[in-house]
């Protein structure tokens, strides 16, 4: 659905009354969407900076906050909008389908994402990063309906992160046997997760016999999300902005330190998105939220805020404009060998031979170019909802 917003009030959270935007938020949905599009389009991955890489397995980088932080906002968002049309006097069978509507399409455009341009439909990938959105989304939202109780919530967090360690630390993986005893804990192939993706869709995933968005880790995905919703929770109390503040900060720092604690015994993995990796992200998340929710609603920041606002605003129809840019670059040949990427990115070599830094130029031509459709809808106050 495309919306021009001109003239529209549209509610998100305030310091009391909860009809004030944040603004904060769309700002660091726009840091986190152009950051995302930054590091998924890299000139050369392999000899890229290595904050701008995924970790290859346990670890942790800047770029492997990307997708949880998204993730994150999604969760804070679906509570004002759910609340909103609770407020307009909605049916809840009629917020439930619009929930189901929502979860479809993204699911569907995940799928386009993923298959274009030549969409061959015997190996198209059905995992994905809009896919794993529309999952946790729809039950998310489910449960929102259900309970709006913050200890129902919290009790489902703690539920799906302790479960998820339980399944893959104490069930054993057939044919491999106990983690931790017969194969080393968070085998690549030898985990749980990958064991349920191969059996199925063989043939399907991203990594050959494994995928970052695999099933069953949907269920810590779904933590994840739910701490967004707990902070939206937060955010709309009436406590003051200070107040509100020192929250983020706090929940930041206790979740960085949780997180961290876990991971001697349930490592920070991104491609597993382990319980730790939930629990670390978020205490990042939380920190990044403080300093954005510091600097626009306290302090009161209104410069530089653009191009944030930009890709914020119209988070999603971005994110899928650059995966089906990059995509038809790949598609393009110059020549029989050399994609319309290489070329491009062999250019920038050829001006900076540093393979980093021309690898980080070509990125952020990409992120510049990406800005400009976006541009101009926010200019005409055009912003696509789904």
């Known amino acids: 659905m495309v919306r021009n917003l001109k003239g529209v009030n549209v509610e998100q959270p305030d310091a009391g009354s909860g009809t004030k935007r944040l603004v904060s938020l769309d700002v660091l949905r726009g840091i986190t969407i152009a950051f995302m599009i930054l590091v998924n389009n890299n000139g050369d991955g392999e000899r890229a900076f290595w904050a701008l890489k995924h970790t ?11 997708f949880p932080t998204f993730l994150f906002l999604v969760g804070v968002t679906l509570v004002y909008s759910t609340e ?16 189901l509507r ?17 969409f061959h439909l015997a190996t198209l990938r059905i995992y994905g990063v809009l896919q794993r959105i529309a999952i946790c989304y729809f039950l998310g939202s489910l449960l929102y309906l259900v309970s709006r109780r913050v200890s129902v919530q919290i009790a489902v967090l703690c539920t799906a992160l302790l479960g998820y360690w339980i399944l893959m630390r104490w069930v054993p993986v057939p044919g491999f046997g106990m983690p931790g005893r017969d194969i080393p804990f968070l085998d690549k192939d030898a985990n749980l997760v990958a064991w349920i993706d191969r059996h199925l869709l063989p043939g399907r995933l991203y990594e050959g016999t494994r995928d970052p968005e695999g099933l069953l880790s949907n269920l810590p995905a779904l933590g994840t999300l739910i701490l967004g919703m ?16 020192q929250g983020l900060v706090a929940a930041g720092v206790v979740a960085l330190a949780a997180g961290g604690i876990w991971n001697f015994w349930f490592p920070v993995n991104k491609k597993l ?14 920190l990044a939220l403080a300093l954005c929710f510091w600097l626009v609603e ?18 999603i129809a971005v994110y899928i404009f650059a995966e089906l840019f990059e995509s038809t670059l790949y ?21 900076v031979p540093s393979p980093p830094f021309a690898s980080l130029i070509y990125s952020l031509c990409f992120v510049a170019f990406c800005l400009i459709p976006v541009a101009i809808l926010y200019r005409r106050k055009i912003f696509i909802k789904i």
């Open 102 to 118: 929502r979860s479809v399409i993204l699911f569907l455009l995940g799928l386009v994402v993923n298959g274009f341009p030549e």
């Open 230 to 245: 707990l902070t939206a929770e937060w955010l709309r109390t009436g406590r003051t902005l200070q107040r509100k503040l």
């Open 56 to 66: 290859q397995w346990n670890g942790f980088t800047p770029t492997d906050l990307v």
């Open 273 to 286: 998105w382990t319980s730790s990796y939930v629990l670390y992200a978020g205490g990042w998340t939380l």
């Open 331 to 351: 598609a393009i040949h110059v020549t029989n060998r050399l994609s319309l990427q290489r070329w491009l990115y062999l250019h920038v070599l050829a001006v």
């Open 84 to 99: 909103s049309r609770i407020r307009k006097g909605d049916s809840t069978r009629s917020i439930v389908f619009h929930i």
């Open 298 to 315: 306290i302090r009161g920041q209104k410069r530089g805020l653009w191009p944030w606002l930009v890709f914020g605003m119209n988070a």
